[in-house]
């Protein structure tokens, strides 16, 4: 079982910055790649960055390439998400995702790669 925890989503104004992170439980979490997601009202949930086990790799959505940022501390069981430039069309709850699955070789983009899950976090960008 993994527990993941998000925290840090809010309000700013367009062109601000928020750093979510995410706390994951267990002794294992250097073995997971680790994702994050966001879904807008009445919209599907959308791949937003991943990243390895070791952090060596990183993956991006093009719609915040260049934006946001994805690390990890491996020592702190955290994964982060550094949102700079942020846009009205970022408003979303933001989840982030554990991938457990050792076979996979590349970074998941789809929600259906990723078996756990945190609550979401918030992030509302005023114009």
């Known amino acids: 079982q993994v527990q993941l925890v998000e925290s840090g989503g809010g309000l700013v104004q367009a062109g601000g910055s928020l750093r979510l992170s995410c706390a994951a439980s267990?002794?294992?979490?250097?073995?997971?790649?680790m994702g994050w997601f966001r879904q807008a009202p009445g919209k599907e949930r959308e791949f937003v960055a991943a990243?390895?086990?070791?952090?060596?790799?990183?993956s991006y959505a093009d719609s915040v390439k260049g934006r946001f940022t994805i690390s990890r501390d491996n020592a702190k069981n955290t994964v982060y998400l550094q949102m700079n430039s942020l846009k009205p069309e970022d408003t979303a709850v933001y989840y982030c995702?554990?991938?457990?699955?050792?076979?996979?070789?590349?970074?998941?983009?789809?929600?259906?790669?990723?078996?756990?899950w945190g609550q979401g976090t918030q992030v509302t960008v005023s114009s």
């Open positions: 267990g002794r294992t979490f250097s073995s997971y790649s």
């Open positions: 995702a554990a991938d457990t699955n050792l076979m996979r070789r590349r970074l998941g983009v789809r929600a259906i790669e990723y078996d756990y």
């Open positions: 990243i390895s086990r070791s952090g060596g790799s990183t």
